[in-house]
């Protein structure tokens, strides 16, 4: 069965912490997860581990956090697995682009479906813009077999 991204549902809460962990991490990406058991949404803020990957080897990692993020592998899992145990479920990835507009672009896309398909489908991802330390937007955005790539969904309050 087809998959059509449908609305993403995002709890005041929810947005205000990711909102706050972006802002307290500009001029850097933020990053990190929400998971979902039945309508509550848990955020879980990540480590952007790219200044580190950029220091030790710029060439194999030329760009450093203010235009990338990298999550540990190891924790990414690790938090996952967590969460899951819990009875949460990966609903969403979240970044910030410090300086620049809300829009998933092409190293998003193809970190996100490196196969020209979803590595995690169902799971949306959520980009904010941060300008001068402050959010100033946030953008949904989910696969849509149709198009075959990332769309923007909309975002509602449950």
């Not at 955020?43 to 990298?70: C, F, S, W």
């Not at 970044?95 to 996100?112: K, L, N, Q, R």
Request: proline share 8%; net charge negative.
């Amino acid at each position: 069965m087809p998959y059509e991204p449908v609305p993403f549902s995002l709890s005041r809460a929810a947005r205000e912490a990711m909102a706050a962990r972006a802002e307290a991490d500009y001029p850097f990406e933020t990053c990190g997860f929400c998971f979902a058991q039945g309508s509550d949404l848990v955020v879980v803020p990540m480590e952007n581990i790219q200044n580190k990957l950029n220091g030790e080897d710029p060439v194999t990692h030329p760009r450093d956090a203010r235009t990338a993020y990298q999550i540990d592998t190891g924790e990414w899992q690790r938090v996952v697995a967590e969460q899951e145990n819990s009875g949460r479920l990966l609903r969403a990835i979240y970044h910030s682009h410090p300086d620049h507009d809300s829009y998933f672009s092409e190293t998003d896309s193809a970190a996100a479906a490196p196969w020209g398909e979803p590595s995690f489908p169902g799971v949306a991802f959520l980009v904010f813009s941060v300008r001068q330390g402050k959010v100033v937007d946030l953008k949904a955005f989910d696969w849509s077999d149709s198009a075959g790539k990332f769309v923007e969904t909309r975002i509602v309050e449950p």
